[in-house]
């Protein structure tokens, strides 16, 4: 079997792929499609490993791509424009959702006090009052320790000088 012909037949195969490709991406270009790797490959009918190994071709996708779509005929949309929209719109997306997630946990925060009241067990304590309540007793508690602590210093010095006091008494008898 002669090399050369096997050789010859499978550059013919490489020309005819590469001649699909370019079809393909003038075809993106003047429909106005997208253009990226997978679907010029898939348009021409090759592997993307195809225009990997080619890198010419692979320049000439991604320049494609980056052009602007459209024939001259009526405003451009630049790919940049196109993904700050793009950015815009998933940034408002998050916001949305977790505006969302906040009214659903106020939602459920509301239903569970009405059911709470509707069951006739009573209304909830008001956690707010309490926690006020709780801060007014933690101060009142540290401000009587601190006076039971004065009052036991004053005691223990009370009672040391009646001791000197006893102790000089029972000395001068």
Not at 6 to 17: H, N, P, Q, V, Y
Not at 47 to 56: E, G, N, Q
Not at 159 to 169: C, G
Request: net charge positive; hydrophobic share 35%.
């Amino acid at each position: 079997m002669n090399t050369n012909s096997l050789i010859e037949g499978r550059k013919a195969d490489s020309a005819r792929r590469r001649q699909r490709v370019i079809k393909a991406i003038n075809a993106a270009r003047r429909d106005g499609t997208v253009i990226n790797v997978s679907g010029i490959a898939r348009q021409a009918g090759v592997d993307r490993a195809f225009l990997y190994r080619h890198k010419d071709l692979l320049a000439q996708v991604h320049a494609a791509g980056a052009e602007p779509p459209g024939d001259g005929t009526g405003p451009h949309v630049s790919r940049a424009s196109l993904q700050a929209d793009l950015a815009n719109a998933l940034e408002r997306s998050n916001r949305l959702a977790a505006r969302g997630r906040q009214l659903e946990a106020k939602l459920s925060e509301l239903l569970g006090e009405h059911a709470w009241r509707e069951s006739g067990l009573g209304a909830p304590d008001d956690i707010d009052q309490l926690k006020r309540r709780t801060t007014n007793l933690e101060q009142e508690v540290v401000t009587l320790t601190g006076q039971l602590e004065e009052r036991d210093e004053e005691l223990m010095a009370a009672r040391a000088a009646n001791r000197q006091l006893i102790s000089r008494l029972n000395t001068s008898h």
